[in-house]
């Protein structure tokens, strides 16, 4: 290819570019829905000149590249084919963090990828009609972007485009935006630092040292920051503190651990969880308790180690068992571990039953509640062909609730109710009762499963403990602020599960008083299994039947995690960034002001378990 025609290329190239970054520019208005408007001239300079900076930048790199590659390959089909390609999926992928951004307010990251890959649809639950309408967006974005590469290639080939006068003007936009959130962050502009979030891959200009020399800094705010600040946790950890002192009782009694994914405090009744609701007649009932997180990975985590999920990767990378599981084990339980989602994906075989020999990690079907029936059956199974003479411990993980799944000829006891859901369709006007109607019908239909348990262990009853609790909550929009699902605040329809527990030759008691996973494995340890330990040796939790009143909840994981207490919730970010809510309501406290001692308690408990340095 000539000299003329790779400077025609290269023209091109800028004109295609710079259409698409118009294109870019309108998409990402839609990350401006689910957050508050700016209320000040300062905060929209830094929205408008930031915006255009990050977003010019990332569309600037993709333009160095192909341009690199004119020069390189010098064939005028390639290149063009090349750009189409590569703007027409990154397009797509822009559009579809959008939607990621406005339900969870957080963008496609390592963890949604890996998901992605390993979990396949048992985490992600689509039905075909969105799939569709996914496929048919990508085809749309490609169809246009080719007409739009025709007509720029006929109508404007022999006129020549710089993209200097345009890089000069981003230059500018880049100037102000990084000027503003350098000085916004050393005065602790909250208002306008939290609008660098609401782009992908946005890494905005910071320096506190620097700004300090010319005596531009909030001291007292950096101050409580610094104390704020998380340390990252090394891939170590002390846990137990101290050894585990217990002895087998003379009656043994066998466990069954029963977990709904996605089940939230509300939804449990005698008219949606009939069996359940049966079995609470004869159990102590936890009426204010919650996960340790409001996500499965760290929600169970802090189920079975009893310590906040900050702990997850130093655990991961040791592939450390919980101590629950080792005393389990060494008491010579029987295991009988069913999950209807794959427990590989997040890495249960590597943690929670890292020493589980010969571990069921899959379940039989393509659609939650498939492998809903799967698990009833194995565990029907399981259970009536055992070694009677030893106690056992089984877990049961229903994922129909999570997934929206039941059978299409399941009765349908809550209407109206969708068949299949449009994630797409999503935001604040979105009329949630056919879709919450739909997620009742799953907790209803797992019930009916739970109901053949029941029935199956019913004469083991008597010298067999039964938990049932939820991983996590769900939300549908109740705070109307876009919050669709989970994973995404720490309110309480998100942290907030049912806790049921069957004791034998208990007397049955309701607890109002507020209770988490982190009890859970003290509970067992302590009144079940013959440990004389301190709950603090293992546990950020006590044992339920013995608890003292805690002012303050820590609910998260490593770089995202709450507080809490009185009355509100405190979420921090690893940087000691933060913000307060209403516990009930969930709206911000704009002018709330943080209990330092409350938080700095809260941050001890995430060091706690760290190993020391020798």
Known sequence: ??????????????????????????????YLSPNPWPQDLLSWLFLLSYGVAQLGFLTLLLTAC??????????????????????????????????VYQQYRFHFNAIVFELLVEGGTEIFSFSWQLWTMIVLIIVAFFAAQWGLSEALWRKF??????????????????????????WADAMFKKEITSQARYLPLS???????????????????QKQQALLKQKKVKSSINYPLQPMQCQTPENTPN???????????????????????????????????????????????????????????????????????????????EFGIFASAKLTSPEFDQTLFA?????????TGDKPYQRDLDITEDFIDWHSKRDSNKPYFSYMLYDAAHGFSIPKDFPRKYQPSLDDINYMA??????????????????HFIDIELGKVLAQIDEQLDNTIVIITGDHGKEFNESKKGYWGHNSNYSDYQTRVPLLIHWPQRQQEMYDGVTSHYDIAPTLLTDALGCTNDSKDYSSGQSLFSKTEQPW????????????ENGRINEMDRYGNFTIFDATTYQEIPKGKINMQVVLDAMEELRRFNAKKK
């Not at 390959?73 to 959008?98: K, P």
């Open 66 to 99: 192909l341009h690199l590659l004119n020069k390189l390959i010098g064939s005028a089909i390639i290149i063009r084919s090349l750009a189409i390609i590569t703007v027409s999926l990154g397009l797509s992928l822009l559009l579809a963090d959008t939607f």
């Open 426 to 443: 999503l935001n604040d006007d979105y009329d949630a009762e056919p879709f919450l109607n739909l997620y009742k019908n799953a907790i």
């Open 355 to 363: 020493n589980v020999d010969n571990l069921r990690t899959h379940s």
């Open 157 to 182: 080939n022999d006129k020549p485009l710089a993209l200097m006068p345009y890089v000069k003007y981003w230059a500018l936009f880049m100037l102000v935006g990084h000027g503003i959130h350098t």
């Open 255 to 333: 466990i069954l651990l029963i977990v709904l994914d996605s089940w939230r405090a509300d939804m449990m009744d005698a008219d949606m969880t009939p069996n359940m609701f049966a079995l609470g007649e004869q159990s102590d009932v936890f009426n204010a308790h919650h996960s340790g997180s409001n996500n499965t990975r760290h929600g169970m985590f802090s189920l079975f180690y009893g310590i906040p999920g900050h702990y997850w990767q130093p655990v991961l990378d040791l592939q450390k068992p919980p101590v629950l599981m080792q005393e389990l084990k060494k008491q010579d339980y």
């Open 553 to 564: 909840l820590l609910l998260g994981r490593d770089g995202n995690y709450a507080i809490k």
């Open 1 to 30: 290819m000539s000299l003329a025609d790779k400077n025609a290329v290269a023209s091109w190239l800028n004109r295609y570019l710079l259409c698409n970054f118009v294109l870019v520019l309108l998409i990402s208005l839609r």
């Open 203 to 221: 890494y905005p200009l910071t320096a506190k040292s620097f700004m300090a020399k010319f005596g531009v800094m909030n001291i007292e705010a």
